[in-house]
C-alpha cells in the first residue's frame, strides 16, 4: 500500500467520521494537488435536503473555488467508498487525474462495481483508479453507521407500540 495514499486517505477517513456523528451516511473525501490537501468534505445530503450533496461533489466545489478554475488538473480524489455514477461525472468533467477510494459500493459504484466509467476510453477524459485503500476502515465506519442506524430505529418503532 502506497504511503502517500494511506496518509490522504485518513484524512478522507476522518471527514466520515465526522459525518457519521452528525447523522450522514458516513463518506469523506479530500482532494489533493502538489502533495497538499486543497478541499476535505462530507456527506451533506440530510441536512442540505439537497441530492446533490455527496462528499466527491462538495469537495470538487470546493477544490474549483480554491483553484478559481472547473479544472481540477494534477489533482487526486481521496474518497472512502467507490463513487456512484453522479461523483464519477463530477470527477470527469472536473478532469481529476486520479480517483483513490477504499471499499466498494457493490450497489452504487460506478468505479469497478456496476461499471467502470472513469477508464471507459468511450470518454473524453480518463481516470486513474486506485481501490481497497484502508477498505476495511471505510467499510467499518458504514457498517457501525447502519446498525446504529437500525438499532434506534428498531427501538423508535418499539416505542410508538407501547
Same mark, same amino acid.
Given at each position: 500500500?502506497?504511503e502517500?495514499d494511506?496518509?490522504?486517505?485518513q484524512?478522507?477517513?476522518?471527514?466520515?467520521?465526522?459525518?457519521a456523528?452528525?447523522g450522514?451516511v458516513? /463518506?469523506?473525501?479530500c482532494?489533493?494537488k502538489?502533495?497538499?490537501?486543497?478541499a #476535505?468534505?462530507?456527506?451533506l445530503?440530510?441536512h442540505t435536503?439537497m441530492?446533490?450533496?455527496?462528499?466527491e461533489v462538495?469537495?470538487i466545489?470546493a477544490?474549483?473555488a480554491?483553484?478559481? *478554475?472547473?479544472?481540477?488538473?494534477d489533482c #487526486?480524489?481521496?474518497?472512502? /467508498?467507490?463513487?456512484?455514477?453522479m461523483?464519477?461525472?463530477? /470527477?470527469?468533467? *472536473?478532469?481529476i487525474?486520479r480517483?483513490v477510494?477504499?471499499? @466498494?459500493n457493490?450497489?452504487g459504484?460506478?468505479?469497478?462495481s456496476?461499471?467502470?466509467?472513469l #477508464?471507459d476510453?468511450?470518454?473524453?477524459?480518463q481516470?486513474e483508479?486506485?481501490?481497497?485503500?484502508e477498505?476495511?476502515k471505510?467499510?467499518?465506519? @458504514?457498517?457501525?453507521?447502519f446498525k *446504529?442506524k437500525?438499532k434506534r430505529?428498531?427501538? @423508535? @418503532?418499539?416505542s410508538?407500540d407501547n
Amino acid at each position: 500500500m502506497n504511503e502517500i495514499d494511506q496518509k490522504f486517505m485518513q484524512v478522507a477517513l476522518r471527514e466520515a467520521n465526522f459525518a457519521a456523528q452528525i447523522g450522514e451516511v458516513p /463518506i469523506g473525501a479530500c482532494i489533493v494537488k502538489d502533495g497538499k490537501v486543497i478541499a #476535505t468534505a462530507h456527506n451533506l445530503r440530510e441536512h442540505t435536503e439537497m441530492a446533490t450533496q455527496h462528499a466527491e461533489v462538495i469537495a470538487i466545489e470546493a477544490a474549483n473555488a480554491e483553484l478559481g *478554475s472547473w479544472r481540477l488538473n494534477d489533482c #487526486t480524489l481521496y474518497v472512502t /467508498i467507490e463513487p456512484c455514477l453522479m461523483c464519477a461525472g463530477a /470527477i470527469l468533467n *472536473s478532469r481529476i487525474e486520479r480517483v483513490v477510494y477504499g471499499a @466498494m459500493n457493490k450497489k452504487g459504484g460506478v468505479v469497478g462495481s456496476l461499471y467502470d466509467v472513469l #477508464t471507459d476510453d468511450r470518454q473524453n477524459h480518463q481516470v486513474e483508479v486506485v481501490s481497497g485503500i484502508e477498505a476495511q476502515k471505510a467499510a467499518l465506519i @458504514m457498517k457501525k453507521f447502519f446498525k *446504529s442506524k437500525r438499532k434506534r430505529h428498531k427501538k @423508535m @418503532m418499539k416505542s410508538l407500540d407501547n
